[in-house]
Every structure is written in C-alpha cells, then in structure tokens.
C-alpha cells in the first residue's frame, strides 16, 4: 500500500499560512483522504511581515495596516476564514508631498506618482519650471526611448520625464513600494504600466492616460478606497488562519528552520526535509520562504536556482506615536505624506519616507484627543534605522516631523517595530530569473512561493501560496 502524502510547507508567513489553507481544503475544509501537511517555520512565531499587538488601548498592526482589496485574494481569504464582517474599508483619500520645505496635496491624475497630463504637473507649487516643461514636452515633442528587454524604471522616468519628475514627485510613491530606488527596480516587473507606456514609443503621459481610463491606479485611488483593512487587526489573518489549520490537523512547528531539503529516491518518500534535529518525509514541498533560502536549499538540483540567493531586500522601520491632537498639525484632508528620498535635513538627509495618518484611514484606531501617527523609516541604501537605538530613532522621526508638519505635540505613546529584511527588490530581469528557477524546479515536486516571486504586498502573497498548493495537489493527483 502506497504511503499517505505528505506535504510539507517552508516558510510560516502569510504565503505559507495560504499554501497549508489551500493543501487542507480552502474553502471546502478537509477531505477525509487529504494529505498530511506540516508547516515549517524558522522562527518562534507565525505570521512574518504580519504582527499586531495591543498598544494604547487598540489592536495595533506592526506591518501592514492594510491590503490593496483591489484584488481579491485577501478579502477572500478573510472570508472563508470567517473574518468577512470585520473588514473595514479605508476611511480617507488622498495625500499630500513634501516638496521644496512645504506640504502640497498630490493632485489627481497621478499613476502611481507619473503624471498623466501636463495640467497636473503645472498645478503643483513645489515643481520648477524645468518640470513642467519636462512634463510639456512629454506631450508635444516626447524624447526618444527605444525599450527592448527589461530596464529599470528610473531608466525610463529619467530619459522620458527628466529628473525632477523622476526622484521628486515619482520615485516617493513607486520606490515607497518596496522601499526601493526606481534606478534599480524592474519596470517590467514592478511597475508593467510603466513598461507598456513606454514601449509605445511616444508620450509617456498619454499612454499612461489612456491605459489608466476610470479604472486606472491613480495616486487617490491607490491611496484611497482601494484599501482594506480588519478591525481585529490584519494579524489577525494570522491567528485566525493557525486555529483553524490546526482543527484540521495540519502539523505546525515553530522556531524549526529549515536546514536543507534532500532527494531520497531509495526512502518511502521522495524529499526529506531537515531541521537541526528532525527529517520529514515528503510526497511535495512548498518553499515559502525569502528566495535566498530557497535558493540555498534548492541549488544543488539544478544551478538555475543558485541566483534565487541573490535577491536583496530592504530593511525599513516604523515608528508609531500617539500625539495629543490639540498641539498636533496635521494636513486638512489625506491618509498620509510622502518625502522625497533626498530631503535635506540638517547637514544629512530625512530618514522618513512617509508618514501614514493611521487613525484617518482607519475609523477603529480614533480615539478622542489623540491622534495615531505611523512613520515609515528606511530604504534600500538607507540602513539608519536598523542601527539607531529606539529612543534616538524616535527624537530623530519626531524632529523630523516637525519640520514636514509645523506643530507635533510629545507623544504619549511610541513603538518602534524594525523589520530588517523585510522588503524584497525586484531587480532588471527578475521575472526572467524567477522563471528560469520555476523552469528548474518543474521536474521536481518543489514549488515556490511568497513576496519574493510575483508580487510584494498581502493579496499577491496569499495568491502566491495558494497557487503553489494548487499546482502541488495536482501534481499528486490530489486535486478535487
Ligand atoms: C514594513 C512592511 C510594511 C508592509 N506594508 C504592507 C501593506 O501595507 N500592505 C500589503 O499588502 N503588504 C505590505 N507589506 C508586504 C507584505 O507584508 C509581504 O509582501 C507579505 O507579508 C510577505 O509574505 P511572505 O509569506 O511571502 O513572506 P514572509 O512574511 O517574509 O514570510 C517568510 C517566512 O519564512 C520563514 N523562514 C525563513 N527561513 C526559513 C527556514 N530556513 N525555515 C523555515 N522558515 C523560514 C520566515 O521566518 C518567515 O516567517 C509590507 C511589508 C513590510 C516588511
């Protein structure tokens, strides 16, 4: 008689927690001749990038505070978990930029940051005139740009749009994404909008127009009602999704990291997957993980692998206050500001990159006379805040907002939550290594999953997992 499958999951973020949902039946629960499924996860707590934890009388995230509901895949999630009452919509729009020492409401007409229309960029006080006829000439008279293969994003901002536009008013709202730099990141990959405007040929900002149409990513949009969020916390998912794997008998184990993944063709199982003292058998595996983990685990199959190890990522902070309103200034209407990167302060730069209003967006965290602030510190090539200590990141992040918001009250409250590597880069030509990895792996009952390979964010996370599970349980003919 042939062994019960065994699937095992790496990994115990939301990728993981969606690929051992989808393996134990999603939506449909358990069948009575499921594989069995162990989750694995390195560190003593499941979750990753999602925590919350009660601060100042609320249920605080310490990641992400919400998810683009834009696409389906967490709203769905939260559904079948039974969560769907909880979820709130965003209860503000729009944000302002710090530009030239003052702050500027971002007008519409924004994807993502790139002006669709001259109009747009003229209306903006913090711009000079090298911009707007930058942004003039973009519509009458476009540069030249011949796009063949990946380039970065800046590559095409920069030659199309200039530098102003590029690193002022763009690049804090792309590069906010992954707390990236625009001249590294992948168009192709990050921002395909991006890409198809300018393979066109002609003015970057029409294209970008006539793509965008009613149901384009405008900044306000992007900002604005597209977001979702859950009154118990977005953590929540976390808990929620480990009760209820383990009704379903899915093994979990935590503070395990996973220490390689062997072919066994001789054994009851064709993988064995170690930990410092343990070997589990497995039918398939699920690799959830930050892609150099994969990639350590998985290269001796196959050297197409080997470069999942050179995926970077990003450390950033966040520093969250409670302030007393009556001595706090805070732009009329907005869930937030963002900084440009190279925003003098003193003889050195601004270490935040983006302030979000969080009791704006989120009508659960108000509370009378207070009000909830969240400062997002750190990129790519700024690694302050991951050495200061907590009490100089916070003198340093509050300085700092006084000079982006005139008036900030002593806070009553502070939480600075470091998430060092964090935030993976999708570099030129990632999605051509994350396919020659996939290619690699097809022959094998390994699939990967999670923020490193089809999208950083929650939804495109769980979608990750899921789809992993999926081709998994078809692999193993266990697909209903
Ligand atoms: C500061 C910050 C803010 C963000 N804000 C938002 C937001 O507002 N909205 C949004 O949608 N997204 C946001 N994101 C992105 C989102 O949180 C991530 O894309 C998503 O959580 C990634 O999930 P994951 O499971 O792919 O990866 P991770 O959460 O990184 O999980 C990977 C897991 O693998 C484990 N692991 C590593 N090595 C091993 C090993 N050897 N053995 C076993 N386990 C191992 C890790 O411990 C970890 O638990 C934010 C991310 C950060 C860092």
Redesign the pocket.
Known sequence: MSPRPSIVV???????LAAAWELSGGARGPRSDGPRIEL????SR?????ACEVFAGRVLDL??????ARRHE?TTLADELGLGERLVPIAASGASIFLKGALEALPEGLVLGVPTDYKVVKSMKGLSWMSRWDAWRDEHFPRKLTVDGDVSIGAILRAKLGSELTYQLIEPMVGGIQAGRVDELSARSVFPALYAAAQQGGSLMKALRSAGGPSGLTAQRLLGPLFMSLSSGVGSLVEELERQLRERGVVIRLA????ALRATPAGTYPWEVDTADTSTGASAVVL???AP?AGE?THGLDEGLAALRSVTSAS?A?VTMVLPAGETTLPPTGTGVLIPLATQWDSDFMMTTAVTFLDRKWEHLRRDGEILLRA?VGRIDDRRSQVLDDEHLVARVHAELVSVLGRVGTPTATRVQR?PG??PQYYVGHDEMVAAARRALAPYAIRL????YDG??????IG??RHAAHEVLELLGLSS
């Open positions: 790496v990994g115990g973020g939301i990728a993981g694995v996860e390195g560190s499941l979750g990753g990038a999602l990641g992400p505070d919400g998810f683009l967490a395990s990291p996973v220490t959830a993980t930050p983990v685990l950033a966040m997002h998430w964090g935030l999953a999670g923020n490193a950083v964010g929650i939804p495109a996370s990750s997992g």
